[in-house]
């Protein structure tokens, strides 16, 4: 029985020894931890891009100040999601970042700057930006449908950002229109509102004109329409008697076409609408804006064009079409603040 309790109280001796090892041993990892524990650094190297680039621009970044304790020097290391293949670090006065986009590609990518220095935790921003490029079926725009009457047209008026601009024509009934929304400004007389106000989505999804400038939009030979034009254009191609105020039932399907926005589909399927875009018109949903605030609405899920019509003094008339309705409607828009896309339509000789 003694030998019993001696071993006892040898296994009860053995269980507190390593009871106290343990205790002693987390002391010392803790402490460790505590030592390995690095100080943050004073700021942050955030920055601020554009939501939108278009190929071959440039852009140059200066981060946020970041600062360590004296003679401790700060190093930052530049990545762009996909387009670089590794991180850049070289040397950079104050972090500062120039980047030429200069891949044929298009998509949504993450900028990113670490800023670190030794004994301190590394700090990172990032932004993100989405790449586009001009152009349908070759550009951010694909799968549009065209038909066998486009046409081209060159916009050679001086001054604009890009030199000059193409457009693509569609003939509808007896006329021809852009196929394409109006993109028209100079680089020193700036008309119409690029979206989110990013110039580089201009030439993509054209511009947002108040309705004064729409009226003087077009290039020579070419003129804002009517709402009479577009009446006349529906009746050709859907074959049926409408009204010139009324809202026009089964009609926008025919002016509408399913393409993709940088792979991402515009005019979500609705069983309700029948796209068709019969008409060649080739309609996408940018939505609309107020241009005073500079607020983008319906943006994938409607479009809006201005008419010639006057209501009165302040109002216009304009067509617009919304991606779950059978409707091409008939809208009243503020002419100052109100900002509507522009097709253009051929003067007839």
């Known amino acids: 029985m003694s030998k019993l309790i001696e071993m006892n109280y040898m296994k009860i001796a053995i269980k507190n020894s ?12 803790c402490k460790n931890k505590e030592e390995e524990t690095l100080p943050s650094l004073d700021g942050s190297p955030a920055f601020r891009l554009d939501p939108y680039y278009k190929l071959g621009d440039r852009i140059d970044i200066t981060p946020g100040t970041v600062n360590a304790k004296e003679g401790v020097e700060v190093r930052y290391a530049w990545k762009i999601s ?5 991180a850049d670090t070289s040397e950079f006065e104050d972090g500062r970042f120039s980047f030429v986009f200069d891949k044929d590609t298009t998509g949504s990518f993450t900028v990113s700057c670490t800023a670190f220095a030794d004994g301190y935790y590394s700090s ?8 586009v490029k001009a152009g349908l079926n070759s550009g951010s725009i694909q799968d549009v449908t065209f038909q066998e009457d486009d046409g081209n047209f060159w916009d050679e008026r001086p001054g604009q950002p890009e030199g000059r601009q193409s457009y693509y024509t569609t003939t509808i009934g007896e006329d021809t229109w852009f196929k394409q929304n ?3 400004t100079t680089t020193e007389n700036k008309i119409g509102l690029a979206y989110l106000d990013c110039e580089a989505t201009s030439d993509v999804m054209g511009r947002f004109y108040s309705w004064e400038e729409a009226m003087k939009a077009c290039p020579d030979g070419w003129r804002l329409p009517e709402e009479s034009d577009f009446l006349k254009a529906a009746e050709a191609v859907t ?3 409408l009204s010139l105020v009324e809202d026009w039932k089964d009609v926008n399907g025919a002016f509408m076409v399913y393409a993709s926005f940088n792979g991402d589909q515009l005019w979500e399927y609705w069983p309700a609408v029948k796209v068709s875009n019969d008409s060649g018109f080739s309609a996408l949903s940018f939505g609309w804006c107020n241009l005073g605030e500079k607020k ?7 479009a809006a064009f201005w008419t010639a019509d006057e209501v009165n003094t302040s109002q216009a008339v304009y067509r617009y079409m919304v991606v779950d309705k059978p409707y091409f409607y008939r809208g009243i828009g503020d002419k100052e603040n109100f900002g509507a896309s522009v097709r253009c339509i051929k003067i007839e000789e």
């Open 82 to 86: 996909s387009l670089m293949d590794s």
């Open 124 to 131: 990172t921003g990032t932004a993100g930006i989405t790449l």
């Open 239 to 241: 074959g049926k008697s």
């Open 182 to 184: 109006l993109a028209y």
């Open 296 to 302: 983008f609405q319906g943006v994938t899920k409607s």
């Open 18 to 29: 390593l009871l106290v090892l343990a205790a002693a041993m987390c002391v010392l990892s």
